[in-house]
Protein backbone atom coordinates (compact mmCIF):
# COMPACT_ATOMS: atom_id res chain seq x y z
CA UNK A 1 0.00 0.00 0.00
CA UNK A 2 1.60 3.21 -1.04
CA UNK A 3 1.38 6.36 0.75
CA UNK A 4 -1.18 8.21 -0.66
CA UNK A 5 -3.36 5.32 0.06
CA UNK A 6 -2.67 4.85 3.62
CA UNK A 7 -3.71 8.60 3.77
CA UNK A 8 -6.63 8.42 2.06
CA UNK A 9 -7.63 4.66 4.19
CA UNK A 10 -6.86 7.15 7.36
CA UNK A 11 -9.39 10.18 5.78
CA UNK A 12 -12.29 7.21 5.79
CA UNK A 13 -11.79 5.55 8.34
CA UNK A 14 -11.71 8.57 10.99
CA UNK A 15 -14.61 9.87 8.90
CA UNK A 16 -16.60 6.99 9.57
CA UNK A 17 -15.93 7.11 13.26
CA UNK A 18 -16.82 10.41 12.91
CA UNK A 19 -19.80 9.21 11.24
CA UNK A 20 -20.76 6.31 13.25
CA UNK A 21 -20.58 8.49 16.55
CA UNK A 22 -17.38 7.09 18.00
CA UNK A 23 -17.17 9.04 20.64
CA UNK A 24 -18.14 6.36 23.88
CA UNK A 25 -19.11 8.05 27.33
CA UNK A 26 -19.89 4.07 29.00
CA UNK A 27 -18.83 1.24 27.96
CA UNK A 28 -19.50 -2.72 29.18
CA UNK A 29 -16.09 -4.45 28.90
CA UNK A 30 -15.17 -7.63 28.10
CA UNK A 31 -14.87 -8.70 31.23
CA UNK A 32 -18.40 -7.02 31.79
CA UNK A 33 -17.23 -4.39 34.00
CA UNK A 34 -18.17 -0.56 33.42
CA UNK A 35 -14.91 0.94 33.53
CA UNK A 36 -14.70 4.54 32.26
CA UNK A 37 -12.94 5.68 29.45
CA UNK A 38 -9.65 7.26 29.59
CA UNK A 39 -8.27 10.34 27.82
CA UNK A 40 -5.88 12.20 27.85
CA UNK A 41 -4.63 13.67 30.66
CA UNK A 42 -6.48 12.06 32.66
CA UNK A 43 -4.72 8.44 34.74
CA UNK A 44 -6.70 5.17 34.57
CA UNK A 45 -9.04 4.57 38.00
CA UNK A 46 -7.11 2.73 40.40
CA UNK A 47 -8.99 0.30 42.72
CA UNK A 48 -6.26 0.31 45.57
CA UNK A 49 -7.58 0.22 49.03
CA UNK A 50 -11.21 -0.27 47.65
CA UNK A 51 -13.02 -2.99 49.55
CA UNK A 52 -13.96 -6.29 47.28
CA UNK A 53 -11.89 -4.69 44.38
CA UNK A 54 -10.06 -7.65 42.14
CA UNK A 55 -6.07 -7.90 43.33
CA UNK A 56 -5.28 -7.80 39.60
CA UNK A 57 -7.11 -4.52 38.74
CA UNK A 58 -3.96 -2.91 41.63
CA UNK A 59 -1.33 -3.26 39.36
CA UNK A 60 -3.40 -1.46 36.50
CA UNK A 61 -0.98 0.86 34.72
CA UNK A 62 -1.44 4.66 36.24
CA UNK A 63 -1.27 6.45 33.39
CA UNK A 64 -2.81 5.32 29.51
CA UNK A 65 -0.68 8.16 27.76
CA UNK A 66 2.55 7.57 25.57
CA UNK A 67 4.14 11.27 24.43
CA UNK A 68 6.00 11.05 21.08
CA UNK A 69 8.21 14.00 19.78
CA UNK A 70 7.55 16.24 17.15
CA UNK A 71 6.91 14.63 13.70
CA UNK A 72 7.68 11.35 15.30
CA UNK A 73 5.99 8.02 15.63
CA UNK A 74 9.22 6.69 17.78
CA UNK A 75 8.28 5.34 21.15
CA UNK A 76 11.11 7.00 24.32
CA UNK A 77 12.03 5.21 27.03
CA UNK A 78 9.55 6.40 29.08
CA UNK A 79 6.74 5.31 26.13
CA UNK A 80 7.94 1.27 26.41
CA UNK A 81 7.80 1.70 30.35
CA UNK A 82 4.42 2.71 29.93
CA UNK A 83 4.12 0.13 27.14
CA UNK A 84 5.54 -2.54 29.34
CA UNK A 85 3.38 -1.93 32.57
CA UNK A 86 -0.01 -1.97 30.12
CA UNK A 87 1.59 -5.59 28.84
CA UNK A 88 1.83 -6.68 32.07
CA UNK A 89 -1.63 -6.06 33.05
CA UNK A 90 -2.91 -7.11 29.71
CA UNK A 91 -1.45 -10.54 30.22
CA UNK A 92 -3.29 -10.46 33.26
CA UNK A 93 -6.50 -9.77 32.01
CA UNK A 94 -7.28 -12.11 28.79
CA UNK A 95 -9.86 -11.33 28.41
CA UNK A 96 -9.43 -7.29 27.85
CA UNK A 97 -9.31 -5.67 24.83
CA UNK A 98 -7.78 -1.67 23.93
CA UNK A 99 -8.05 0.76 21.57
CA UNK A 100 -5.13 2.86 20.75
CA UNK A 101 -5.85 7.02 19.67
CA UNK A 102 -3.10 8.18 17.96
CA UNK A 103 -3.16 12.19 18.23
CA UNK A 104 -1.35 15.17 16.76
CA UNK A 105 -0.10 18.72 17.60
CA UNK A 106 -2.52 21.13 15.22
CA UNK A 107 1.16 21.51 12.74
CA UNK A 108 0.84 19.85 9.36
CA UNK A 109 -1.60 19.41 7.36
CA UNK A 110 -5.11 17.51 8.54
CA UNK A 111 -4.44 14.55 6.08
CA UNK A 112 -0.50 14.24 7.03
CA UNK A 113 -2.01 14.48 11.03
CA UNK A 114 -4.28 11.39 10.76
CA UNK A 115 -1.34 9.46 8.70
CA UNK A 116 0.97 10.30 11.38
CA UNK A 117 -1.54 9.74 14.16
CA UNK A 118 -2.33 6.20 13.00
CA UNK A 119 1.71 5.50 12.35
CA UNK A 120 1.76 6.63 16.14
CA UNK A 121 -1.06 3.88 17.07
CA UNK A 122 0.96 1.49 14.93
CA UNK A 123 3.72 2.12 17.00
CA UNK A 124 1.94 1.47 20.22
CA UNK A 125 0.17 -1.91 19.09
CA UNK A 126 3.35 -3.21 17.26
CA UNK A 127 5.57 -2.50 20.79
CA UNK A 128 2.17 -4.69 22.65
CA UNK A 129 1.74 -7.25 20.23
CA UNK A 130 5.92 -7.74 20.28
CA UNK A 131 5.48 -8.39 23.90
CA UNK A 132 3.18 -11.31 23.27
CA UNK A 133 -0.58 -9.25 23.50
CA UNK A 134 -2.60 -10.77 20.65
CA UNK A 135 -3.31 -7.92 17.72
CA UNK A 136 -6.81 -9.34 17.45
CA UNK A 137 -7.46 -7.58 21.29
CA UNK A 138 -5.82 -4.26 19.90
CA UNK A 139 -7.67 -1.56 17.95
CA UNK A 140 -6.25 1.59 16.35
CA UNK A 141 -7.31 4.72 15.54
CA UNK A 142 -6.20 8.18 14.32
CA UNK A 143 -7.59 11.81 15.44
CA UNK A 144 -5.22 13.71 13.78
CA UNK A 145 -5.14 17.16 15.19
CA UNK A 146 -9.13 16.92 16.16
CA UNK A 147 -8.93 16.07 19.68
CA UNK A 148 -6.40 18.35 21.48
CA UNK A 149 -5.25 17.79 25.44
CA UNK A 150 -4.31 21.58 25.04
CA UNK A 151 -6.03 23.63 22.60
CA UNK A 152 -2.80 26.97 23.38
CA UNK A 153 0.13 27.39 21.10
CA UNK A 154 3.79 26.92 21.53
CA UNK A 155 5.97 23.91 22.15
CA UNK A 156 4.66 23.01 25.87
CA UNK A 157 1.25 22.40 24.60
CA UNK A 158 1.71 21.09 21.68
CA UNK A 159 3.97 18.19 23.19
CA UNK A 160 1.19 17.21 25.19
CA UNK A 161 -0.89 16.98 21.89
CA UNK A 162 1.70 14.22 20.28
CA UNK A 163 0.01 11.29 22.04
CA UNK A 164 -1.25 8.25 21.79
CA UNK A 165 -4.01 7.20 24.43
CA UNK A 166 -4.73 3.39 25.73
CA UNK A 167 -8.66 3.29 26.17
CA UNK A 168 -10.03 0.00 27.13
CA UNK A 169 -13.13 -1.32 25.79
Given at each position: ???????????MLAASMVFAG??????????GSNKPIVHAGQQMPSTNGVAGANNMDAVRPSTNVIYFAFNSSAIDAAGRAVLDAHAA???????????IEGNCDQRGS????????????????????????????????????????CTGTGEACWAQNRHADIVTR
Amino acid sequence: MNHRQQITLAIMLAASMVFAGCAKKNVVNADGSNKPIVHAGQQMPSTNGVAGANNMDAVRPSTNVIYFAFNSSAIDAAGRAVLDAHAAWLRNHPTMAITIEGNCDQRGSREYNLALGQERANAVRGHLTAQGIASSRVDTVSFGEERPACTGTGEACWAQNRHADIVTR
